[in-house]
Structure formats: C-alpha cells, structure tokens
C-alpha cells in the first residue's frame, strides 16, 4: 500500500476555520475521485513555531497507477482551491510513503 502524505503548516490565526474546510469540502473533494482507499488525519505534535500549527492528511492508494492519476487529473485544482481559500496561511509539502512489512 502506498500513501500519499500531505503536511500542511496552518496560521494558528485560521486553524479552526481551515480544519472545517478540510473536513467538509477539501477531503471529501480527494475521496470522491476515487484514487484513494481511506485516509487519516493527524495534528504534529513536535515542537514548532509559535504562530503555526501543522497536520498531516494521509490517503491510503492501492497503486502507484491510482496515485499518478490522481496527480496529473485531479491535484492540480484541488491545490489551487487550497491556495485561493488560504493563501500563504496554509503551506504544504507532500511525500509518498510506501508500506514496509
């Protein structure tokens, strides 16, 4: 299983209203493309700066062919509503993460 990780540093200032969004357009928006099995979220707990707080969005793939395709149809607009809703409050970073047994 591959997963897609995306950790974003959020403005304390818009933390609230940011999580909502995620949860109620954002992520639903990701899961009904359909290139993703489920998906977890977590707040980062490590230490950081004062003004921000970061998350981590993990969408499990089954197949590198899913993920892929997912980035080249679906990601581009979805980072663009992130960025138009957020700007510079929201930074992310994104890794893929391959399961080791």
């Known amino acids: 299983m591959l997963i897609y990780n995306v950790t974003t540093g959020v ?34 707990l490590t230490a950081g700066e004062d003004e921000t707080v970061s998350y981590a ?19 581009p607009e979805l980072r663009e509503d992130v960025k138009k809703k957020f700007g510079d409050k929201a930074v992310s970073f994104r890794t893929l993460l391959e399961e080791v047994s």
Do not use: C
């Not at 909502?20 to 980062?44: A, D, Q, S």
């Not at 969005?57 to 990601?75: M, P």
């Open 57 to 75: 969005i993990q969408y499990h793939a089954k197949s590198i062919n899913e993920l892929e395709h997912y980035l080249e149809k679906f990601a």
């Open 11 to 44: 403005d304390k200032k818009i933390e609230q209203e940011w999580l909502v969004w995620m949860k109620e357009v954002h992520i639903p928006g990701v899961m009904k493309t359909k290139m993703f099995l489920n998906y977890r979220m977590y707040r980062v």
